[in-house]
């Protein structure tokens, strides 16, 4: 075994949410201790990384350790964390660097979390297949009433792309809006959906959506626990108003940490790691699923059901390619590497409907280099404005997001740079409260926090057109109107330095098509039939957006109808 050289070490390596620094502890030759100083990655679906490198990497005392299935980019920061560390410690970079690197061509650490051995067959009342919000939610509200649940969720963690969105839900009457006077309705906020979505929307479904979106945050309120931050709402783009209650502490953790906690609570079988692969059907009624779990093939019946709460199709580029050429392998995408349409898949063979596939969103403040979602680029509903190379506006920012999207693309580089000063961060604190996507979007010179010439110079945007852009936007400031772009919500100086600017892209982060379903959440065939046994919710569903999705409106969808697909099996 490899004798190192004992001392205390630091590395730092790069995940998927940015720096990941570690600290490693080396006694008598060995690596005894990791030690995670900082990092941002995201909870719960990072979980596993962290409870199997590290520790593969002390036992084997080496970085040449395998990665986990569904947390590969957590995995490698760690790798790179500890690899950085030795470095530090005299060993050889170029030999670490091999092992890093032959590392990737391990087979990957499957997290199964199977409470019995594998048995061939087994029987559930529901069958649930996918571990986001909307699979949560289905399997607590069927289980109350009674249900024998399974969840089966291919990813080594549930969450899904639930825990990568920026953690706000669109509740007209919650307590922030109250607490800020805020007049809101469901009626003012499905128009705002309609407008948004150009009026394609399933219009039936979006009803059902705004009149039990307050009842449905209740709900997480009062039965699963899910805490609010109590004066906080994001104004997302499109929205009349500022509609989007905030989940305390970051992004959706809270959502799916109470979600998880209280399914478990009930008694639904989660069983991670396994992967849905075929529909199990007897006379055109679904019966059951089969799945793959560490190389056994397992078969899961449900008497009263399926519900499929795969998600989108994203990650899929064969499919988003298919559906809609623009979005090819150009393009990034924000999701995690689970939401590849294999619900779309699976249906598809049944013979099931389809809505909406071309229509597929790109979120626009995305990091260029990886696709992955900007949290500190949230400091845009905060009041950044978005310049480009010369130094111009040239969108709304709180426009839609297709529409930011397509004029970040038209600009010079197919990039945009957000812009904000102390005034706009002390609104939410984007860039204090995301360090380790700081310290990494620095890394990849995609952000710069400085004095105005500094910033500008380093970004090599136009610095007179910048000042004069920032001069008439505080005027308007001032005056309370953007003349320009009419922006909406409230207008907030960009004055008082140090600046910050950061360069941004769309990504691919929603599909707005799937399956179609009616109203109770029953899957349809090509001749609009219900195929028995058959459900759906989340992501997977098409139509309820129309063109477009408004921020903030995901995850109302899948918890409605999450809730609400359980309910309705149960009848
Ligand atoms: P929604 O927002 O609709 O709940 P999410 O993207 O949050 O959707 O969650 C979908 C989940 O489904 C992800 O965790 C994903 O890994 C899981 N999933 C996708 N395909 C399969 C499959 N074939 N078998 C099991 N789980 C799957």
């Not at 990886?370 to 680029?377: D, E, F, I």
């Not at 109808?561 to 009848?571: C, L, N, Q």
């Amino acid at each position: 075994m490899k004798i190192y050289k004992d001392g205390s070490f630091k590395g730092i390596g790069i995940g998927y949410a940015g720096e990941i620094e570690a600290l490693i502890t080396i006694v008598q030759g060995k690596i005894k201790s990791i030690e995670f100083l900082s990092h941002n990655e995201t909870p719960v679906i990072s979980e596993p990384a962290f409870n199997h490198v590290p520790s593969n990497i002390i036992e084997k005392n080496t970085i040449m350790v395998p990665n986990v299935k569904g947390c590969s980019m957590s995995s490698r920061g760690i790798k790179e964390a500890v690899m950085n560390a030795l470095i530090l410690s005299g060993e050889n970079k170029e030999e670490l660097f091999k092992e890093f690197k032959n590392s990737e061509n391990l087979d990957k650490i499957v997290v199964s979390k199977n409470k019995s051995k594998f048995k061939p067959v087994e029987n559930f009342d529901i069958v649930i297949i996918g571990g986001g919000g909307a699979g949560l939610s289905a399997a607590i509200s069927a289980s109350n009433l009674g249900a024998k649940v399974v969840l089966l969720e291919k990813m080594a963690a549930v969450g899904g792309n639930t825990l990568v969105s920026m953690g706000g839900i669109n509740i007209p009457g919650s307590d922030a809006q109250k607490s800020k006077k805020i007049e809101d309705s469901p009626e003012l906020y499905y128009n705002d959906a309609l407008v948004g979505g150009d009026g394609e929307n399933n219009k039936e479904l979006f009803k059902i959506l705004s009149e039990n979106a307050l009842d449905t945050y209740n709900w997480l309120k009062e039965e699963i626990g899910v805490e609010f931050k109590k004066d906080e709402l994001i104004h997302f783009g499109g929205h009349t108003v500022p509609r989007a209650a905030v989940f305390k502490g970051k992004y959706a953790v809270e959502l799916i940490s109470k979600l998880k906690e209280k399914a478990e609570n009930l008694g639904v079988d989660i069983r991670t790691g396994v992967e849905a692969k075929e529909i199990i059907t007897k006379d055109k009624e679904v019966l059951g699923i089969k799945a793959t779990t560490e190389g056994n093939i397992v078969e899961f019946f449900g008497s009263k059901g399926v519900i499929f709460a795969t998600g989108g199709f994203s990650g899929n580029i064969e499919m988003r390619k298919k559906y809609n050429p623009e979005l090819d392998e150009r393009y990034k995408t924000t999701n995690q590497s689970g939401i590849t349409g294999d619900g779309h898949l699976m249906c598809e063979k049944l013979g099931v409907d389809f809505v909406h596939m071309s229509y597929i969103q790109t979120f626009p403040i995305a990091n260029p280099l990886t696709g992955a979602l900007s949290h500190v680029g949230g400091s845009r509903f905060d009041g950044a404005i978005l310049v480009n190379k010369s130094g111009k506006r040239f969108v709304e920012e709180l426009e839609r997001r297709d529409v930011v999207s397509q004029a970040i693309l038209a600009q010079d580089g197919g990039v945009g740079y957000l812009v904000w000063a102390q005034e706009v961060e002390a609104v939410a604190n984007r860039t204090t409260d995301n360090k380790a996507e700081v310290n990494s979007l620095i890394r990849s010179n995609l952000f710069i926090e400085g004095n105005i010439e500094e910033c500008s110079k380093k970004m090599d945007i136009n610095l007179t057109t910048l000042k004069d852009t920032l001069n008439i936007y505080n005027s308007y400031v001032e005056n309370g109107k953007d003349q320009e772009f009419n922006r909406r919500g409230n207008l907030i100086n960009i004055k008082k330095g140090p600046f910050y600017i950061q360069t941004v892209a769309p990504a691919v982060h929603h599909t707005m098509g799937g399956i179609r379903i009616n109203n109770e959440n029953e899957v349809l065939d090509i001749e609009g039939n219900i195929i028995k046994g058959l459900y759906a919710a989340g992501e997977i569903v098409g139509g309820i957006h129309g063109t477009n999705r408004l921020g903030g409106n995901a995850i109302t969808d899948i918890l409605v109808f999450g809730k609400r697909t359980g309910e309705k099996i149960m009848k």
